[in-house]
């Protein structure tokens, strides 16, 4: 039988490697100061305001340079983030899936893959954190400052605001702080709860 400890772990695991995916392909990171764009890492969304456009007023997404290469990303130190927050994202996943697959495996081994699984989403956790500290000093990049005004540095946006992308990316990095934790009492039982 499956221990309560085990289940919300596996659970866990699954909603913030799901909430950080989620949030690493969300152009929604950063949003100008009149909503007509927005940043993610990876991607970014205009407004059309060209009037003699048949797509005037709807929303443009695509990636930077459009089509999705490291190299067109807008700052170096978002091509870090990029990368950072991403193979975290990449780790998370690996250890939804190590989570999910105790369910498949006889009980005898359950507990070093939970431990191994729990070492997997430390370090996720640890990657991910760096790649967000990293994102924000890229504010101080021409492309930023061209969107967000001409006082924006590293750490400030200037007239821009952080968009719901960049605040579920930091709750989710924060839910997943719990894996590792919850990881090595994966083997308690209820009556060891009481």
Known sequence: MNSPVLLIWTFLSI????????????PIWIVTPNQTGSFGLISTCVTVLDVV?????????????????????????????????????????????????????PNDAVKSVTVMAGYVQFIAVLVMIAGLFIYPLGFNSKFIRKHCGGGSSMYNSDQCEVGWGLV???????????????????????????
Not at 15 to 26: E, K
Not at 185 to 191: P, S
Request: charged share 5%.
């Open 15 to 26: 909603l913030v490697s799901a909430l950080g995916t989620y949030s690493f392909i969300q």
């Open 53 to 105: 456009s048949q797509d005037f007023g709807k929303q443009r997404c695509e990636f930077y340079g459009g089509y999705f290469n490291l190299g067109s990303l807008p700052s170096g130190a978002w091509q870090a983030s990029c990368t950072l927050f991403g193979g975290g994202c990449i780790l998370l996943c690996c250890g939804a899936f190590l989570a999910v697959c105790t369910s498949c495996i």
């Open 168 to 194: 579920l990316a930091v709750v989710g990095t924060a839910l997943a702080m719990f894996c590792p934790v919850l990881s090595h009492y994966t083997d308690m039982q209820t009556t060891d709860l009481l």
